[in-house]
Antibody, heavy 120, light 107 residues
Framework: QLELQESGPGLVKPSETLSLTCSVS????????WSWIRQPPGRGLEWIGY???????NNNPSLKSRVTISADTSKNQLSLKMTSVTAADTAVYFC??????????????WGQGTLVTVSS | DIQMTQSPSSLSASVGDRVTITCRAS??????LNWYQQKPGKAPILLIY???TLQTGVPSRFSGSGSGTEFTLTITNLQPEDFATFYC?????????FGQGTKVEIK
């Protein structure tokens, strides 16, 4: 059974870079699409972007060029980096498999999520 | 971007009730529509994909319908464990977008 676990600092200062890791167990990250999704406290879900292990990646234009999504196949991990963070980036960050690709796609499964607070 | 609008934003219902949630897309998305359930402090879980296909393990009291721009999620015989927030999500184009959520509360 595929399991995803996000990890990273829970507190990031404004203007700094947010860095998160998603560790995948129970299966290989190779050959699949992987997405990051976030949820500000008490609010809805926002898709951040995806990574495919061929190197193909795409981000939500709303985040402009602040986001980099990559993977380390040797560690079976994904990573998310977001630069120049502000308080508006405070959210629970989830990684999830899929959601992108040809045909019908959906996000499943999801990691438990990790809360990142942007504050000085 | 395709905007997804859910209605209502919240509703109160009793155990055993039939509940219907509507999701509207700002443009036609065929049946590229998914539904998720989220409980407080937990990650969303997939309920329905391709508008009407039940994910494995999801109880049959959940059903989805619709195509184009209007979709519905129906829960028949509402159970105590169904009280949660439900989100629709379009998988027709990038960026992927979600509805704002519908919170189902106990009456």
């Amino acid at each position: 059974q595929l399991e995803l676990q996000e990890s990273g600092p829970g507190l990031v200062k404004p203007s700094e870079t947010l860095s998160l890791t998603c560790s995948v167990s129970g299966g290989s990250i190779r050959g699949s699409y992987w997405s990051w999704i976030r949820q500000p406290p008490g609010r809805g879900l926002e898709w951040i972007g995806y990574f495919f292990t061929s190197g193909n990646t795409n981000n939500n234009p709303s985040l402009k060029s602040r986001v980099t999504i990559s993977a380390d196949t040797s560690k079976n991990q994904l990573s998310l980096k977001m630069t120049s963070v502000t308080a508006a980036d405070t959210a629970v960050y989830f990684c999830a498999r899929g959601g992108v690709g040809s045909g019908y796609t959906w996000f499943d499964p999801w990691g438990q999520g990790t809360l990142v607070t942007v504050s000085s | 971007d395709i905007q997804m609008t859910q209605s209502p934003s919240s509703l109160s219902a009793s155990v055993g009730d039939r509940v219907t949630i509507t999701c509207r897309a700002s443009q036609s998305i065929g049946n590229y529509l998914n539904w998720y359930q989220q409980k407080p402090g937990k990650a969303p879980i997939l309920l329905i994909y391709a508008a009407s296909t039940l994910q494995t393990g999801v109880p049959s009291r959940f059903s989805g319908s619709g195509s184009g721009t209007e979709f519905t999620l129906t829960i028949t015989n509402l159970q105590p464990e169904d009280f949660a927030t439900f989100y629709c999500q379009q998988s027709y184009s990038l960026p992927r977008t979600f509805g704002q959520g519908t919170k189902v509360e106990i009456k």
